[in-house]
């Protein structure tokens, strides 16, 4: 209870108590209760505030999406031996090796606009080079072709643990009724699986809501020139670190602690009514 109070409800408190104030400046500085004015601002604020709400939106469902069907795909072949399944198995899970600022690096050099390696291999194929960083447009997209390359290993490990506790009995007796392959996997391995998944979707659909360094590593402040991958952690931490608002982005980072709490709330209620 102690180590949980100081690494969770201490620094929570303080942030919310944080969030009724007007902290700016040094961290020393003197600051007065305001009450719920900063609510008020951030919630008025359609400029920055909103917008970033909706990349991180956008960010998280786009990414969660196609790392859960990657994933699931990705375990349903590692499923079944082969030859060389263990190699094979070490070389999917290669990118979670690397830790998120040194992927997000890597990956800005290679789509670099003039010397990356993305655009040369585009002009072999005849295609002009792409802005795709540099982009107002294409930021956002190709950020999370990085989080869906780094991440994807990762919920294809679970969901591979996941099959590999099931019994084999469900499937040869569908086998032998005439089940297809594709109502074995949609009758018996998906509802089988249901639990693990659930479990898949939770932890990364919250990381991808956390995540600050691969957006950072390739964007820079405020998410490039135009805020184009600003989310909302790329917003608190400019908040604090660029402009030393602290109560603001105190208030920021409450209101996305919220956000959090209603997307697990709004997933685990749709899985209790689903096992309805």
């Given at each position: ?18 969030s009724l104030t ?48 990657l994933g699931m ?176 982005s105190s208030t ?25």
């Open positions: 209870m102690t180590f949980v109070a100081a690494l969770l409800v201490f620094p929570l408190a303080w942030t919310g108590y944080l007007d902290a700016e400046g040094s961290v020393r500085a003197e600051s007065e209760f305001i009450g719920l004015q900063n609510y008020l601002d951030v919630l008025s604020d359609t400029e920055r505030f909103w917008p970033s709400v909706g990349r991180t939106a956008a960010f998280t469902g786009v990414a969660l999406l196609f790392e859960v069907v795909a990705i375990a349903l072949l590692l499923w079944r031996p082969f030859k060389g399944q263990k190699w094979v198995r070490v070389a999917v899970l290669l990118p979670l090796v690397a830790t998120p600022v040194a992927v997000g690096m890597m990956w800005r050099l290679i789509f670099d606009p003039n010397i990356g390696l993305a655009n040369q291999l585009l002009g072999w194929f005849g295609i002009g080079p792409q802005p795709w960083l540099a982009g107002q447009y294409t930021a956002l997209p190709t950020t999370i072709f990085i989080d869906v390359w780094q991440w994807t290993p990762m919920v294809a490990l679970i969901l591979l643990a996941g099959l590999t506790s099931l019994s084999d009995e469900p499937q040869e007796a569908a086998r032998i009724d005439g089940a297809s392959t594709w109502q074995r996997f949609r009758h018996v391995t998906l509802p089988l699986l249901a639990p693990t998944l659930t479990v898949a979707i939770l932890l990364r659909g919250i990381d991808a809501l956390k995540t600050f360094d691969i957006l950072y590593a390739t964007k820079g402040r405020g998410g490039g020139s135009f805020h184009e991958v600003e989310t909302l952690n790329v917003y608190a931490y400019g908040l604090s670190f660029d402009y030393n608002e602290y109560g603001v920021v980072l409450i209101l996305f602690f919220l956000i959090i709490i209603g997307a697990m709330w709004a997933l685990t209620a749709r899985r209790k009514e689903a096992k309805r």
